[in-house]
């Protein structure tokens, strides 16, 4: 493979990275403050907030698609780099906090509309004890998402 498109192929990741970086920040920073706004309020930046979530979902199955089609950070050793590492562990966390937040969003009481049309909220009935489960989830992964970023950015 030529440098021209190996520097090309690090460029794309790069700005895979930043965009999915934004993202996860904005949505991590302003889920912690959805619950302290009034319900008319609330229901809006929920529908943005799963649309956002959505987002991440798909951007980071396509930056999976992309380093591993790309061969991308498959240098020897890799798991002895700390801060690569910890990209490794921010696929599936990620991934995995968008599903508990697909899966609270369907057992609240009321409507979930990501993107305004993929009604999250209609994948199962309102049951209160499980939303109120998969958000403390939703919550304690988000903390977790917070200390690795941290890390992330340290460690850099």
Not at 37 to 43: I, V
Not at 79 to 97: M, T, V
């Given at each position: 493979m030529s440098g021209a498109?190996?520097?090309?192929?690090?460029?794309?990741?790069?700005?895979?990275?930043?965009?999915?970086?934004?993202l996860v920040a904005t949505n991590l920073l302003s889920g912690w403050r959805?619950?302290?706004?009034?319900?008319?309020?609330?229901?809006?930046l929920v529908m943005l907030?799963?649309?956002?979530?959505t987002t991440i979902f798909f951007l980071m199955l396509f930056r999976w698609w992309w380093r591993q089609s790309h061969r991308l950070y498959a240098s020897p050793g890799w798991?002895?780099?700390?801060?690569?590492?910890?990209?490794?562990?921010?696929?599936?966390?990620?991934?995995?906090?968008v599903i508990i937040g697909v899966v609270q969003a369907a057992f609240i009481d009321y409507e979930v509309l990501a993107f305004g049309f993929i009604n999250y909220s209609a994948i199962a009935p309102d049951n209160e004890t499980l939303h109120s489960l998969f958000l403390?989830?939703?919550g304690l992964t988000a903390a977790l998402l917070i200390v690795l970023i941290i890390i992330h950015v340290v460690g850099r």
């Open positions: 498109k190996k520097k090309f192929d690090y460029k794309v990741a790069r700005i895979l990275h930043w965009v999915t970086a934004y959805l619950g302290a706004f009034p319900l008319s309020t609330k229901l809006s907030h799963s649309g956002i979530g798991w002895r780099k700390p801060s690569i590492l910890i990209q490794w562990i921010f696929y599936p966390l990620l991934f995995i906090q403390q989830a939703h």
